[in-house]
Structures are given as structure tokens and as C-alpha cells.
């Protein structure tokens, strides 16, 4: 059974750096095939894809967001760290943790949707 | 960027009524490179469908997803008590991105 665990804090103030981790259990980001990817919800919105890492260390961005996002692994702890720079009020939502499914193709790269979900995160952003 | 257009925003149905969700590309997408998730209030996203018409582990066969190029359709058979929810698909032929929502109530 794949589970998901998001931790991080729940308040960061204006131009600070947010930085999250996922603790995963049931797959290893090891294995072909293998990703985790970052969404998020800002309050009563849509979600928005933030970031994905494979198990080959291949990663996507978000294009609107890429120069303020990292996304790294730790597969001897099972765990992804995201970090997003410059954080402003309305980055404010729920951060998602999510396996991530992909088929790879030469000439175009992972094609990726996500399940399950870890229960999310709440971070606010304010002074 | 593929935009995804979900209709319509809300829809209002009775248990056992039928649902017909539409999700539409500004691009096509290729190779059935659609997903749909349901969501509860308070709750992380479930999937349901991938590859346009092929349910998850788990999901009853009440829920079936359709179409191909710019136009999907979620549908949902004799409507459950529990399946009214937010729905949202999501493309992965370029990038990833996610439609507005459609509410189920």
C-alpha cells in the first residue's frame, strides 16, 4: 500500500523560502518508473501541478513557477524535499505530496497523473 | 499550455440521476493523455480514470470516462450519495495541467 506524508510549516511570512517533505512507504523511488510529484490548492480553487521528480532523477517544472522551485530525493530516507523561493500570500493553499505514474517516450518525456494522494498540507502565507 | 475547460461549473442532480461531466483542450491531447479526479470537501483528490477511459483500482463501473482530441466526458451512472463531490481532469500530453472544477451537488 502506497501512503504519503507531507511536513513542513503551516505559517511562512512574505519573501521567505517554503520548504516541504514528503515521506513516502510502499514503493521505492529507486524502481523504474517511479516518481513523486508536488500540487497544490489555493482555498476553494483548482489544483495546480507544481513539480514531479522520477526515479532516474529526471524532473518537471511547473513553467510559471520553475525559477522558484527545487525538487530533490532522498532514497535512502524515502523522502522528496520541494522548495519555493520568494513565497508570497498567494501561494497560500494546501501542499499535496502524490505517487506519480508516467509512461516515458523518447521524444517527449514523462507523461505523468498521480495517485494517490498524501492528505495535504496547509501552508499560509502572511506578516 | 494545453487549458483545460471544464462544464458546466455546477450540476445539480438527484441520487440516482446520471451525470455527464465535459472537459475540453485548447490543444489535442494526445494519446489519451487525460485523468479525472474526484475530490470531497476536506479531502485530497482521488483518482478515478486514466488514460481517458480506463478506471483505477477501486472505482465502481458507475463512473466511465470517454472522448478523445480536444473533448472528454466523466459520466456517472445512477448517482450515488457519495459521489457528489468536485471533479477535475487533468492532461499529461504536455506538461500537466488541470481544469476549473465541475461540482457535482
Known amino acids: 500500500q502506497i501512503t504519503l506524508r507531507e511536513s513542513g510549516p503551516a505559517l511562512v511570512k512574505p519573501t521567505q523560502t517554503l520548504t516541504l517533505t514528503c515521506s513516502f512507504s510502499g514503493f521505492f523511488l529507486t524502481t523504474t518508473g517511479a516518481g513523486v510529484a508536488w500540487l497544490r490548492q489555493p482555498p476553494g480553487k483548482a489544483l495546480q501541478w507544481l513539480a514531479t521528480i522520477h526515479w532516474d532523477d529526471d524532473k518537471g517544472f511547473n513553467p510559471s513557477l520553475a525559477n522558484r522551485l527545487t525538487i530533490t530525493k532522498d532514497t535512502a530516507k524515502n523522502q522528496v524535499v520541494l522548495t519555493m523561493t520568494n513565497m508570497d500570500p498567494v501561494d497560500t493553499g494546501t501542499y499535496f505530496c502524490v505517487h506519480a505514474w508516467s509512461y516515458y517516450y523518447e521524444n517527449s518525456g514523462y507523461h505523468t497523473w498521480f495517485d494517490p494522494w498524501g492528505q495535504g498540507t496547509l501552508v499560509t502565507v502572511s506578516s | 499550455e494545453i487549458v483545460l475547460t471544464q462544464s458546466p461549473g455546477t450540476l445539480s442532480l438527484s441520487p440516482g440521476q446520471s451525470a455527464t461531466l465535459s472537459c475540453r483542450a485548447s490543444?489535442?491531447?494526445?494519446?489519451?493523455?487525460l485523468a479525472w479526479y474526484q475530490q470531497k470537501p476536506g479531502q485530497a483528490p482521488r483518482l478515478l480514470i486514466s488514460?481517458?477511459?480506463s478506471r483505477a483500482a477501486g472505482i465502481p463501473d458507475r463512473f466511465s470516462g470517454s472522448g478523445s482530441g480536444t473533448d472528454f466526458t466523466l459520466t456517472i451512472s445512477r448517482l450515488e450519495p457519495e459521489d457528489f463531490a468536485v471533479y477535475y481532469c487533468q492532461q499529461y500530453a504536455q506538461s500537466v495541467t488541470f481544469g476549473g472544477g465541475t461540482k457535482v451537488e
Open positions: 490543444q489535442r491531447v494526445t494519446s489519451f493523455f
Open positions: 488514460g481517458a477511459s
